[in-house]
């Protein structure tokens, strides 16, 4: 291995063939690193720019063997971006535990999975980064986005205290929470069906529509990559970071500082619930 490859910094970034991933993994490309992303089955992607493995996120040994690929390809990995993800919507009372544990599955234990397998290197090394990419929806409990929000609320949370145990071994980690951007996570999400006759029919079918609205009209997944960007540049991160509106991350602000009752009208009005 040459000089010139050990010098540049190795990256690799979970759900990597569309979206967010694809966007994150172009923009690190073109600034000079080495870039390698992964996809439950990449021989269907086309015209990816950068070479993609394949990983499944709740499939332990998909983990394992794609990170010793890159290991052995490259002998290191310098950056993680954990950003594999799945939506999921509905009434918490109709949605089937299966989804529930399926929505946890990919959304908390398998960046849980990632970083343990991708670890031990980067203590060899005495050094890493870590980026979990998560949701300001995490930061609240979301009328029918209860289990998205939940699953990326506790993400947000382990990372602070990973943080903490990692420092030692000189490795950082910080989330990034993105707002709503335009990607195709509304398609690729479960939707808990509208049911005739259930109590929540005319509600949830008002607010999936609304939901899908917002995601339909986010922003540019470019904002995401400059941003990812931003913060592996700096030698200190923060903990926690957020991307979005002003209006998305100016709720995180005002739930801090309003009384629970005030916050929750607010978000009842927001949804026209």
């Known amino acids: 291995m040459s000089k010139d490859a050990l010098s540049q910094k190795t990256v690799l970034i979970t759900g990597a063939s569309s979206g967010i991933g694809k966007a994150i993994g172009e923009y690190l490309q073109q600034k000079g690193y080495i870039v390698y992303g992964t996809s439950r089955n ?25 990170v010793g690929t890159l290991i052995e390809k490259e002998g ?49 090394r005495n050094s890493g980064f ?23 609320g506790a993400l947000e949370i382990t990372t602070e205290a990973f943080r903490m145990e990692l420092k030692h071994f000189n490795i950082k980690m910080t989330n990034l929470a993105p707002g709503d951007f335009a990607t195709n996570i ?5 939707h808990a069906p509208v049911k005739g006759g259930s109590p929540y029919e005319i509600p949830y079918g008002n607010t999936l529509k609304l939901m899908n609205e917002h995601v339909d009209a986010g922003g540019d997944p470019d904002f995401v990559a400059k941003a990812v960007y931003k913060i592996i540049k700096n030698p200190n991160p923060e903990v926690h970071y957020k991307v979005g509106s002003f209006l998305q991350k100016f709720s995180i602000g005002l739930k801090r500082i309003l009384p ?12 026209k619930l």
């Not at 015209?47 to 998909?62: E, I, R």
């Open 42 to 66: 990449p021989q269907k992607v086309t015209g990816s720019k950068f070479q993609l493995l394949a990983l499944d996120v709740a499939d332990l040994q998909s983990i394992k063997t794609a």
């Open 76 to 124: 290191k990995i310098d950056i993680l971006i954990n950003n594999a993800g799945v939506g999921i919507t509905g009434p918490l009372e109709e949605t089937p535990d299966e989804e529930i544990k399926q929505a946890f599955e990919t959304n908390y234990f398998g960046p849980i999975k990632v970083i343990k397998a991708v670890l031990p290197f980067m203590r060899k």
């Open 130 to 152: 870590i980026i979990n990419i998560t949701s300001i929806a995490g930061y609240m409990g979301l009328p029918y986005r209860g289990v998205y929000s939940a699953s990326k």
């Open 186 to 190: 509304a398609a690729g999400r479960y």
């Open 260 to 271: 629970d009752k005030v916050y929750e009208k607010m978000l009842l009005k927001h949804y």
